[in-house]
């Protein structure tokens, strides 16, 4: 009960200052994977380093981000060739009160036909069950496997354990906050990655990267490729392909800015799954009314999944949810025109979804209506 007191404590002192300012992007933390003695990924030919692509590619993802966006402050969690724990990461992200975390990251496989980009969020992938996306175990074991390089490991990460449950009370309190704005960004680098240097597709996946699981904003962890693959080894040796790549990151970032930025105290306009403003769970009263619409209602988003799930899947406990998006699927039950009689009904939801919250419905289109804290 202790320890669940103290984890409830540091989350209001975390997720407060991320989401003050509303959702203006004023700070962007880039973290260039491994480095110094843990090199990452090595190629069969031992002569490139996932650490050097990915810190190429942070640097100039920065540099064009600076350029674009002069008020926007961008931070490296390394600027050069060093070791950075993945705790000391985690927390250069969270001091420098971060809108968006960017972690970026080279593949790699037994087998040398293995090839692709990916996007990761936030998420337990150990039970089948509960798993949102894919399993992707061998993935997180490797990437979280940098903390035994540290000084008295054992001790730092004693908490964290990817295949116990009761490790992510945090995780699981935390991903209401900081889920959709992940996904989001996460679908946008996916999109925008169709056509270039990297060919195929491997979709996003949920995953407990401790990297993700400390930080307290939308993070996002791609995989730009296989260093383990010969052709996408020779591609990520050129600069050109590392600089494309970085375009594709930064083309991603201007998306996700836009649409955040231009969500805050406006009618949301529709987006493909869902659009900005939150409806509020507290207050008996909408900081605006909407126009008279006989078509608007209100839900109980309980998850969202890139799985297409039935509507008799035992996951959802009896309930029989509606279902708005393509890539990434938002599963809605409960849906009322009375918004005071979904928000009595949210009291209940969240005992079973402990993520579940408040949405509007407007036909197709999905609204989340974000709220100032």
């Known amino acids: 009960m202790k320890r669940l007191f103290s984890i409830l404590s540091a989350i209001f002192l975390i997720v ?18 491994h480095g110094g003695k843990d090199p990452g990924c090595v190629s069969k030919d031992r002569k490139l380093y996932e650490k050097t692509v990915t810190l190429d590619i942070a640097c100039k993802l920065r540099d064009k981000i600076k350029e674009a966006y002069p008020d926007v402050k ?18 250069i992200a969270n001091k420098a009160n971060a809108n968006l975390f960017i972690s970026i990251h080279i593949n790699a496989a037994r087998s040398t036909s293995a090839n692709g980009y990916s996007t990761h969020v936030l998420g337990q992938s150990a039970k089948k069950n509960r798993d949102l996306f894919a399993y992707n175990m061998d993935v997180v074991q490797r990437e979280n496997a940098v903390m035994m390089l540290e000084d008295d490991y054992t001790t730092k990460y004693a908490d964290f354990d990817p295949e116990d449950t009761k490790s992510f009370i945090f995780l699981q309190l935390m991903q209401n906050a900081n889920l959709e704005q992940s996904l989001d960004f996460a679908q946008m680098v996916m999109n925008n990655l169709k056509g270039g240097p990297v060919k195929v597709d491997r979709g996003i996946w949920q995953d407990p990267f401790y990297v993700l699981w400390k930080t307290s904003m939308p993070a996002v962890l791609v995989e730009l490729g296989f260093i383990s693959n010969a052709e996408e080894a020779q591609a990520l040796k050129q600069s050109e392909t590392r600089n494309r790549l970085a375009g594709i990151l930064f083309k991603s970032f201007q998306e996700y800015k836009a ?6 105290n406006v009618t949301p306009t529709p987006a493909p799954a ?44 009896g309930y029989e949810p509606e279902v708005f998006g393509d890539e990434v699927k938002r599963y809605v039950i409960c849906s009322d025109s009375s918004l005071p009689a979904v928000r009595k009904k949210l009291i209940d939801i969240k005992k079973k979804f402990k993520d579940a919250f408040v949405v509007r419905i407007e036909g197709k289109n999905l609204y989340i209506e974000k709220k100032e804290i």
């Open 274 to 317: 869902v659009a900005a403003q939150e409806v509020s769970e507290t207050e008996p009263q909408q900081t605006e009314t909407p126009p008279v619409n006989s078509e608007i209602r209100y839900g109980i988003q309980i998850f969202a999944s890139s799985r297409n799930l039935e509507r008799n899947d035992p996951v959802f406990l």
């Open 259 to 264: 649409k955040y930025e231009g969500s805050v």
């Open 16 to 33: 407060v200052p991320a989401f003050a300012d509303g959702f203006a992007i004023k700070t962007v933390v880039i973290d260039p994977g």
């Open 74 to 91: 961008v931070v490296l969690t390394r600027d050069s060739d060093k070791f950075v724990e993945l705790g000391d990461r985690a927390a």
